[in-house]
Nanobody, 121 residues
Framework: QVQLVESGGGLVQAGASLRLSCAAS????????MGWFRQAPGMEREFVAA????????VYADSVKGRFTISRDNAKNTVHLQMNSLKPEDTASYYC??????????????WGQGTQVTVSS
């Protein structure tokens, strides 16, 4: 089992950048595919980005491609989401998730508590 704790959210103006971090407990972090999801009020949770176990493959939602970058450091049990050129529509709670399986987009097994990102226009 792995526990996930997100940090780095905040209130920023449109065009600004934020870097989210997710710290994972346990010794088997490198055995999990990691992902970021987000959920805006009244909306369903949506996929944002994911990264393979060794960091060699990354996938993104079309809405963030070219603006967001996911990365991981298996030595430090962390995964990051660098968010640039933020837009008001990026406002949401952002969740880190770990997947024991092989789907980038769903079926994640463990979730963090979320961190709020608010982008003002």
């Amino acid at each position: 089992q792995v526990q996930l704790v997100e940090s780095g959210g905040g209130l920023v103006q449109a065009g600004a950048s934020l870097r989210l971090s997710c710290a994972a407990s346990g010794r088997t972090f490198s055995s999990y595919m990691m992902g970021w999801f987000r959920q805006a009020p009244g909306m369903e949770r949506e996929f944002v980005a994911a990264i393979s176990r060794n960091g060699g493959v990354t996938v993104y939602a079309d809405s963030v491609k070219g603006r967001f970058t996911i990365s991981r450091d298996n030595a430090k049990n962390t995964v990051h989401l660098q968010m640039n050129s933020l837009k008001p529509e990026d406002t949401a709670s952002y969740y880190c998730a770990a997947n024991r399986g092989y789907s980038y987009y769903g079926n994640y097994d463990y979730w963090g508590q979320g961190t709020q990102v608010t982008v003002s226009s």
